[in-house]
């Protein structure tokens, strides 16, 4: 088994489109980014990559390459799954954190489990969502961004042989 731990933050901006786990948050500002800046797929992507040792999405999708201008999400991940299947792993579970004041995100957490779950081929009962507040604590307290944690687990695709 390997457990890979990620985190991501973005500031809230206006004029862009509010993503999280692949769901559209209707908002009157989004997350700034080069990609979609989807935070809840990154931190994912970046557990995953750690949990096989293969280093962050920066290093696989730099902000300063052109070619992932505007990816969303999905793609980023959709990548990642090919990276950690390479190195004969499959996800077992996933547990997440979003970090927000605003919007208030508990009314799309159902919504926002299950576009994870299918941005990861996963059933949902293997994805877990949480939303916490700063109570107004810090910059995403105020409303500046939004920030998420993410856990994973993999399991080897083959057992291992004693």
Avoid: Y
């Avoid at 990642?80 to 919007?103: H, K, M, S, W, Y």
């Avoid at 961004?145 to 057992?159: E, M, S």
């Amino acid at each position: 088994m390997r457990v890979g731990q990620g985190f991501d933050i973005h500031a809230l901006v206006p004029g862009r489109r509010l993503v999280l786990g692949g769901v559209e948050i209707a908002h009157d500002r989004g997350l700034q980014g080069h990609s979609d800046a989807d935070v809840l797929a990154h931190a994912v992507g970046d557990a995953l990559l750690g949990a096989v040792g293969a280093g962050d999405l920066g290093r696989h999708f730099p902000s300063s390459d052109p070619a992932w201008e505007g990816a969303s999400g999905s793609e980023l991940i959709s990548h990642v799954l090919a990276r950690v299947e390479a190195a004969g792993f499959a996800i077992e579970n996933v547990d997440t954190t979003l970090i927000a004041q605003e919007p208030r995100l508990g009314p799309h957490t159902a919504a926002i489990r299950k576009g994870l779950a299918a941005m990861l081929r996963l059933d949902d009962e293997r994805v877990n969502v949480k939303v916490k507040s700063t109570d107004r604590l810090g910059a995403i307290g105020r409303g500046e961004g939004i920030a998420a944690q993410a856990v994973v687990l993999l399991r080897p695709l083959q057992p291992s042989k004693p």
